[in-house]
């Protein structure tokens, strides 16, 4: 324990030496905690690899903390984030029956900095994911350590958010992941802003920097008219990408539309867009926002094709957590409903163009207080089996499934 507690230690103590010229006494100082307690419930199909493996349903209890602490000393900011959890029950045993079966994951950052242990169905771990110094004036900024960035127009899909973006069910997006990055920002006259980033990153754990496992990007935004604009040009593991975004009004909505195109090492080229519509509403009392969002998706696969033949292009953006779905084309519905000052509701559905599978939704969030939360959140997959929801097969012919399960999930959240 002792030596996996240094590899997590020996790159943050490296980054506070290298910042030596920080002041010992900033002029500000922030420290706060988000704390949440809960329990996940998950029912497999019995077609499902989960019921194959053992795993018909699953109980788990897990609690986590995270501390985030900010010091300010005129241009120079310093910010850490840390985060240790704790769970009991079946996830445990099933990420490690699971993990034969997908696909394979190359480093997402240049340094490992989690720690796990693992007893039978108990789990405790700790990870660092915010390590950043920070340098600003009236128009430059320039970041160095782990942090996170958010690029794209997407509401539920990311493709042009090439950095650990969000899955599309995704339910908690409190804290995106964060990765080793030296991060600037440009800011002109004109309110247009160019960023730049490098992301070092090993081919595999431990190794040196790859540039073919490594990311650049540069990114621009302005605005025309009442058009907000933005480019985007990258190299992502070896491959090429580049995308376009377009937001602007639409009477009282606001629509988005981008295009990601990647040139891969292969020769190959794969295009993805999508467009959303969002918009607000009063109904009575109740205050609502819903959008509706098309996505295509340039990796997918045709419907029905089985999991072990799965385009390389596609395994390899799926193990990069790029992409998260199989199928071509794809269309999100959601709402948020304020149903008083402290109940809120946000139906959701994604559904599968292509085969007319879905992935039904509803989340619940309670507030008790300025600073707690109770938030409960439902999923149910529905679609025949071979389709994107309700699983495609392992293997043509084995009649083993890999749906989502229908799952159901409950936490406490405080923040101190």
Known sequence: MTRAFSRLLAPILAQVIALGLFPATATAQDFSLRSEIGAAFN?????????????????????????????????????????????????????????PFLPPQPPASLFDLTYASINGDKAIGATLDRA???????????????????????????????????????????YKPGVEMLYGQYLLASGADIQAIWVPRPAVP???????????????????????????????????????????????ASWKAEYVGWQLASGAYRPSWLLNLSNFATIGTVNLSYFAEYFHNGFGVAPGTALDALAPDLLKRLGTGQVFLPGRDYLALGAALQLNPDLSMTPSALVSLNDSSALLSLGLDLSLGDNTNITFNLSQPTGATGTSFGGLETSA????????????????????
């Open 397 to 416: 012919g084995s009649g083993i499934f890999a749906p989502p399960p229908r799952s159901v999930s409950l936490k406490m959240i405080h923040f101190f």
């Open 206 to 252: 431990g190794g040196a920097i790859d540039p073919n496992a490594s990311t650049f990007a540069l990114r621009g935004a302005f605005q025309a008219g009442a058009l907000d604009l933005a480019l985007m040009s990258a190299r992502d593991r070896a491959d090429l990408v580049a995308s376009l975004a377009l937001a602007g009004p639409l009477g009282d």
């Open 43 to 99: 029912w497999a199909t019995p077609s499902a690899l989960d019921t194959a493996l053992g795993f018909a349903s699953r109980q788990t209890w897990q609690g986590q903390a995270r501390l985030m602490w900010r010091a300010d000393a005129g241009a120079l900011q310093l910010e850490f984030a840390a985060t240790i959890g704790a769970a009991k029950g079946d996830d445990v045993l099933y990420r490690t029956a699971i993990a």
């Open 132 to 174: 950043i110094v920070s340098w600003s004036s009236e128009n430059l900024v320039l970041k160095l350590g782990r942090q996170a960035i958010t690029w794209g127009e997407g509401l539920v899909f990311h493709p042009g958010d090439i950095i650990a973006p969000f899955a599309p069910n995704a339910t908690d997006t409190s």
